[in-house]
């Protein structure tokens, strides 16, 4: 009994073993622990949705706030409901909501939309951000973070104490017991759970946990990723809505599974991407990431991982440039605290981006001709040699920064570096006979 | 809209035609969770000093301020000296019964706090509901139990129910909990088996719907990465450790 009662868990890499294993066992019986979860939420009196897409998903949030009578709602940072576009859905329909995350409230002020899964606003400035408030605000502000983070205290308080609905996502539920886990370090996610009338998680149908036991693994796990942190500072189990006794708490609790393309990846070839725990730890390593920012991705998931939920979510023909933007350096696959093998899913899209003929044909061709290049030696050199030649009228400085016709496509963005006066074969050969 | 029954067909349908990438289990859950908690408890009745002191480190190392007195009799004076250093005057606190009994809040308001206790249970109606709030948004200090100390990440384990507002501990920009041996856990590991136990074949510390982990203040680096404290929940939290039990 003893040795059983200390037995801690596994640490390190075989602590991100049990994690993986567990969120595969888990998928393994999805049907069961999610028939698990729906059960216990509905006998603790809470209400579960099911959205096939986006669409529905939006219809379903916003029916709840317009039944009970909302014109405020408060959020608290969720992917999900980037995802759906919730916040157009909702201010189309009258009802204001605000971002209460830090970060999400000044990208919302900007109109923007998140640059990093778990800091959104990462590509401002405090000067930007006191910009923001100023225009909000209609006074001057000063461009300090510890005051311009006073002022949105003050802000959001209010709103916190006046919304009627608090809408969430969730990291994890607990099919076992029925609770939904929100993790937050601001502690916003437990004033969007306490104070509203109605609270609303949106979540992933994969982000179904089976036990108390299996949620503490996650848990020791996730901000060591995440933030560098050894827990977040705000760990949040909900349970359905406020019971019998207590004095505060929503009355109305609603749980909205999403599917979105998630649920066919459990047989798809991106099974494994419905690990994620959505830490960014992959964002923060991944070299394409920290030259091009979240934005450039386009899509509401950034980064490598965010290649793959983007194919997930929308398809492949959404990812046939960014199946591209990789190194395939593997630092996500290492960084990744569940193991997912990113770099091998990203060359699984690019294979099936090429067959199903995605990518547009002139890029198809030149890919061709270069695979037919550079798997044949004698070939490859009589094509740097030609191209030795070619380049004369293009390059500058040792660049080529301006190729005619629709090779300017390629430059418009970014040089190309010029064949070498001497290829490095071509000195090779020429070491090897001097040696001689 | 889809159906409960669509939603898992799907589901289904798909695990048929992959059921696993590879051989894997869930976590092994206790199999008599309570009688695995109350060994925990036990064992740690021996060794509670080492589990406090990892608890204090870890505790300060999240920015919490750590506070030791020996009785029950000397936790007035440590709030007491919290407010003055603060310029604070208004206290709202959990219901004597979930904290230290009702000879602190007497002992507080001697000292000239303003100390409003929470009901034992619900609010008798929306005004009541709704003058409470606004009398905890307007406190300076806000004072709680804690149901388990975790010495692994400095975290505090507040379970909300009857008696025991959630908001107590998250709208006033100072935390204040109280604390005694019988609430410190060494580990993550042992705080699921409290849970599992909780949930199962157990006693919980109250029936309410949220069990929230409280890992020093509230915190925020979404500016310029520039780690600023306070932003939403408390600005400050305190967890007085009181050496002689809480239950006299």
Known sequence: ?436 | MTTRAEFFAKIRGELQRKPALFAASTAARPEYPAAQADTIRRELAERWPATLEAFRVEFERVAGVFHRVASLDDVAPAIDQIARERGARDLVSWHPASVAGDGLSRALTARGLGVHEMPAGEAADGAERARLRAVTARADLGLTGVDLAIAETGTLVLVSGAGRPRSTSLLPPCHIALFDRTALVESLYQVGVFLEAWHGDGTPPAAGAVVNFITGPSRTADIELTLTRGVHGPKEVHAIFVHGGLRG
């Open chain 1, 1 to 436: 009994m003893r040795r059983e009662a200390f037995a801690g868990f596994p640490e390190g890499e075989a602590l991100r073993d049990r994690a993986r294993a567990i969120k595969e066992a888990t998928l393994q019986r999805l049907d069961h622990h999610l028939e698990r979860l729906v059960g216990n939420i509905e006998r603790l009196g809470g209400h579960v949705h099911y959205a096939a897409n986006s669409e529905e998903a939006r219809r379903i949030v916003v029916d709840i706030a317009r039944r009970a009578g909302a014109r405020m709602a408060v959020k608290s940072k969720s992917m999900a409901t980037e995802e759906i576009d919730l916040n157009e859905a909702l201010e189309r329909e009258g009802i204001t909501p605000v971002e209460t995350d830090l970060g999400e409230y000044i990208i919302q002020l900007a109109h923007e939309r998140p640059s990093h899964i778990i800091a959104p606003a990462i590509h401002k400035t405090k000067g930007q951000v006191a910009e923001l408030f100023e225009r909000e605000l209609k006074r001057p502000v000063e461009a300090d973070p510890e005051e311009l983070t006073r002022i949105a205290r003050a802000e959001l308080r209010q709103k916190f104490l006046q919304a009627d609905i608090g809408i969430t996502g969730a990291n994890f539920a607990v099919a076992e017991t029925g609770t939904v886990v929100l993790v937050t370090n601001e502690g916003n996610g437990r004033m969007v759970t306490s104070l509203p009338r109605v609270h609303v998680a949106v979540m992933g149908a994969e982000k179904v946990v089976p036990s108390m036991t299996d949620l503490m693994v996650f848990l020791a796990i996730l901000a060591k990723s995440a933030t560098g942190q050894k827990l977040s500072v705000y760990t949040t189990l909900v349970r359905g809505p406020r019971r019998a006794g207590e004095l505060e708490g929503p009355e109305e609790f609603h749980l909205v599974l999403l599917d979105s393309g998630r649920i066919a990846q459990l047989g798809g070839p991106l099974r494994e991407a419905l690990s994620c725990l959505r830490c960014g730890a992959c964002l923060n390593v991944c070299p394409v990431y920290r030259q091009i920012g979240g934005h450039a991705y386009g899509h509401t998931y950034p980064g490598p991982i965010g290649i793959l939920l983007t194919a997930m979510l929308e398809g492949t023909q959404s990812v046939k440039e960014l199946a591209h933007a990789s190194s395939l350096c593997g630092a996500c696959a290492d960084a990744c605290p569940v193991r997912i093998d990113i770099p091998k899913m990203l060359i699984e899209l690019r294979r099936e981006v090429d067959e199903r003929k995605i990518a547009p044909w002139i890029e198809r061709v030149t890919f061709k001709l270069l695979a037919r290049v550079l798997t044949r030696p004698a070939l490859y050199r009589l094509f740097a040699r030609v191209g030795r030649v070619l380049q004369r009228p293009f390059a500058r400085e040792g660049t080529i920064s301006h190729l005619p016709l629709f090779f300017g496509d390629w430059t418009r963005t970014r040089d190309l570096p010029p064949v070498a006066a001497r290829t490095f074969q071509e000195r090779w050969a020429a070491e090897r006979e001097r040696a001689r």
